[in-house]
């Protein structure tokens, strides 16, 4: 490819992962789609079975569980009854998937988080089939795939139809992407995390600016972070923008793939394969300085403790300014950009859209401001709970989650946090009843080594239960708040906060009533749990007051760098990943209860509230038809800065006064088991469209955040046939483009408020009537009834897209390509 001369020239290149990973939340939606595409090449006259996954691809269902029993040593257990309970349909569909699709490993709930078993467990950083050795490669139906990069396996997210059509042999069509070279180099200084690392290397690389690049990590300072440090980093790659954070294989690597019970054979092959290539880094050899796009560096020493917050995980708060930058928050201006919203549709998109904006607008894109006057940021609000005095204030802590794959995966934070957890209780230290705390591991490594080494017991303790191996709060399953604590939250417009331990903190995500949210360690979602507020200065003022009235501090209760390690050296062993990994597959007893057909085609249940056969394919010729114009169009939504795939399509609980909340209940279903809008996304009819053509105005960084085809299936069935943006973050454009919309960025410069646009008005595009007319980058002239016209840019970035685009989407080119083979 000669990158060094081809990368600046846009060159298109096929890419071809090793294999596919998916979660439940998306890998659902994936076995409607493959159930429905049998169904259409039955229709077409072809053999149905040709739908199968021709690479390894492994599903994990970690998205399914809530924390809605916390506090309590039973508590895992219940929350998989309550798992079961809600889920057993999709369960159901997922369960015929594994032997209806060949070359397809589910693993059952209860396993741990998608990421962290690929890490721990999946990852086979190089291939050996049949004695054919290559490099191990995955995309996954998750943002978060990136976190392989740390083991030197090239990997990322990906939506859910660009998954698909991978597994069914379809080469990925990019752009040879820019490389950004990110040196390290010194050590982390006692008592810093690499949470603290992650947040900093994110808030450097978004300012940066990495959208759709690659960056590598390299110095010696690699020799100095630990593999589960390293995952840490490449884990919040979407956070920074990039495509991938990629960190080559190295003597840590390989000491790491030894540790989690790959055998000694197989790590031998890795190594001699890699240093054949010249892809294996000996730290002990001199290194090549190589030539990157762009490059930063980080002296480590220079990390300080931080979390990141209250709305964006880039925007780092070193610890010692979080007091003065709450109140900062308190004072500043909260403005919204007022989307204009096609009057007729409005229901219909407040019915696809999230559950927590519930007035006659939607209002979205928010400054990190509260706008609370001066005279009510102290005003302290009591209530009852469960007879007990109990009272918040702005920066009132409600919920502290140990969750998220980006943290449990690395021994050194947990065991720091349980050392802190130890010593808090030693000194009488105790966190308020009314705050929800829950621990949720994404292996069951984890909960060994807390027990070998005696910390569980004090987690614990502190009311950080074990409540589940999955996603839980990160991903929005945090479960109902007390409803003595909802009430006095909603009926005095009190500004609490979540603190957790994962990488996503948009509002809304993690609780609709937690408006404050912010990332951070666990040893410091502890910390905090115990203080019981964001308002506060951990130098200067005490957590709590201990035993004998004593005033304690974080540095009283924070362990040495040294006394955590020795603990992680005594207590993290081998035989824990091997013993947790050798029964992954063998499921539980509700999972194995579990009666399913076994024929290969489908059969569709047209009572079902999760399952419905998708209309995508219905009606599908056997020739493409060929690019659509879009005429007189109405603008269905304008958006500003930073619209995120938690607004487009939320993957939270389903408030009981949403629209989709109605829609469920209109069929029968009880609030008790409304689960999730994530749970519910392999039933399209929550998203309807009158026939009428409909765009989407939008600002910069449109479609932030997790990866999800359903913020496109949903834009579809909406009617919407283009969406006009300042920028696009990339999955979300590549979605788009997926389903057949077409992606248009304003020019440099231009924005709906210097063309004077109000999103009244009804848009016509001049589209060429054939793609071979089409090409990626072109300008597209657009119209309004009013007289105004502007040209944008064609976000077509590969003529194989384009070829997608031709045929309705990437899905139909893939079955129609099947249909002409033999």
Known sequence: MDWEKTSDEQVEIPFKPARVILQDFTGVPVLVDFASMRDAMSRLGDDPDKINPMVPADLVIDHSVTADVVRMESAVQANMELEFERNKERFACLKWGSSAFHNMLIIPPGSGI??????????????????????????????????????????????????????????????????????????LRNGVTATDLVLTVTQMLRKHGVVGKFVEFYGRGLAELALADRATIANMVPEYGATAGFFPVDHISLEYLKMTGRNDETVSIIEAYLRANKMFVDH????????YSSYLELDLRNVEPCVSGPKRPHDRVPLKDMKTDWHACLDNKCWFQEPKTYTSMKNQFQAWTTGWYQSQHISLILTSGYAIPKNLQDKVVKFDFHGQTAEIKHGSIVIGAITSCTNTSNPTVMIT???????????????????????????????????????????????????GYGCTTCIGNSGDLDASVADAITENDVIVASVLSGNRNFEGRIHPLARANYLASPPLVVAYALAGTVDINFEEEPIATGKSNRPIFLKDIWPSSDKVAEVVQSNVLVNMFKS????????????????????????????????????????????????HSIKDAYCLMSFGDSVTTDHISPAGSIHKDSPAAKYLVEHGVNPKDFNSYGSRRGNYERYKAN?????????????????????????????????????????????????????????SGEDMESLGLTGHEQYTIHLPTSVHEMRPGQDIVVATNTGKSFTCILHFDTEVELAYFDHGGILHYVVRKLISSE
């Not at 966190?431 to 929800?436: N, T, Y």
């Not at 569709?604 to 219905?618: A, H, L, N, T």
């Open 284 to 291: 002990d050899e001199p290194q090549i300085e190589h030539t």
């Open 417 to 467: 946090s349980g050392l802190v957890a130890k010593k808090a209780c030693e000194l009488g230290l105790e966190v308020k009843p009314w705050i929800k705390t829950s621990l949720a591991p994404g292996s069951g490594v984890v909960t060994k080594y807390l027990i070998m080494s005696g910390l569980l017991k004090y987690l614990s303790d502190l009311g950080f239960n074990l409540v």
């Open 580 to 627: 947790t990994y050798e029964a992954i597959t063998n499921g539980n007893p509700m999972w194995n209860k579990l009666k399913v057909p076994t024929a290969g085609v489908y059969s569709w249940d047209p009572k079902s509230s999760y399952i419905r056969e998708p209309p995508f394919f219905k009606g599908m010729s056997r020739t493409p038809p060929g690019p």
């Open 691 to 747: 026939g009428q053509d409909t765009i989407v105005l939008a600002g910069a960084e449109y479609g932030t955040g997790s990866s999800r085809d359903w913020d496109a299936k949903g834009t579809k069935l909406l009617g919407v046939k283009a969406v006009i943006a300042k920028s696009f973050e990339r999955i979300h454009r590549s979605n788009l483009v997926g389903m057949g919309i077409v992606p248009l960025c304003f020019k």
């Open 114 to 187: 998608v990421h962290q078993v690929n890490l721990e467990y999946l990852g086979r950083v190089v291939f050996n089939t049949n004695g054919v050795v290559y490099p191990d490669s995955v995309v996954g139906t998750d943002s978060h795939t990136t976190m392989i990069n740390g083991l030197g396996i090239l990997g990322w997210g990906v939506v859910g139809i660009d998954a698909e059509a991978a597994m069914l042999g379809q080469p990925m069509s990019m752009v040879l992407p820019g490389v950004v070279g990110f040196k390290l180099y010194g050590t």
